[in-house]
């Protein structure tokens, strides 16, 4: 195990709705990033927080947004929730190069 | 920009039989290179990891991959398949300095035939 967790482990909402999704990262490590894994796809690059600032971000409109707090866990805040935002979305801590991976949040929209 | 392309969305292989899974990359700065894997309704498991030094990269699990910058591919291999490596496997690149993004393949499923 990597030591990064992630909740809730799934999460059923309504297209319109808003969605929190949170992530503790790895004792030690001042990077969190966000992935969107779609059903038989690879991870999407959302977004990298560095010490609490947005530090790189993918082809996702602003409605994906993200915090990251002083201990440097992080949440990724969703609005206006589409049919397409239903995937397994992962949080990844990291101090260089190598991300730890936790268990993944599988959201669903209906 | 970066990107990776991984051939073959099935491998079939029969139990005790080599694994070759294939990984291509495209990286405009020196790429680190990474193959993970992931069990169903789990997350990402690192296998192994290039990071510019030996070429040649041994994993867990008996996993191996060698960096071949000319080819620039970054193949995974294993010697005998064993049941338990029936999963999907992710090849991903990153580089340069600043956000390590991964740029992820779009996996390769195993499955081990008995």
């Known amino acids: 195990e990597t030591g990064v967790t992630q909740s809730p482990t799934h999460l059923i909402k309504t297209r319109g709705q808003q969605v929190t999704l949170r992530c503790s990262s790895q004792?030690?490590?001042?990077?969190v990033s966000w992935y969107q894994q779609a059903l038989g796809q690879g991870p999407q690059f959302i977004f990298q927080?560095?010490?609490?600032?947005?530090?790189g971000r993918g082809n996702f409109p602003p409605r994906f947004s993200g915090l990251q707090f002083p201990n440097y866990s992080s949440e990724l805040n969703v609005n206006a929730l589409e049919l397409d935002d239903s995937a397994l979305y992962l949080c990844?801590?990291?101090?260089?190069?190598?991300?730890?991976f936790g268990p993944g949040t599988r959201l669903t929209v209906t | 920009a970066q990107s990776v392309t991984q051939l073959g969305s099935h491998v079939s292989v029969s139990e005790g039989a080599l694994v070759l899974l294939r990984c291509n990359y495209s990286s405009s700065v020196p790429p680190y290179l990474f193959w993970y894997v992931q069990y169903p309704n789990q997350g990402l498991q690192l296998l192994l990891k290039y990071t510019s030094a030996a070429t040649l990269v041994k994993g867990i699990n008996g996993f191996e991959a060698e960096f071949k910058k000319s080819e620039t591919s970054f193949h995974l291999t294993k010697p005998s398949a064993h049941m338990s490596d029936a999963a999907e496997y992710f090849c991903?690149?990153?580089?340069?300095?600043?956000?390590?993004?991964?740029?992820f393949g779009t996996g390769t499923r195993l499955k081990v035939l008995a």
């Open positions: 991903a690149v990153t580089g340069g300095t600043g956000t390590y993004k991964y740029i």
């Open positions: 990844a801590s990291s101090l260089r190069e190598e991300q730890y």
């Open positions: 004792s030690g490590h001042n990077t």
């Open positions: 927080y560095y010490r609490e600032e947005e530090n």
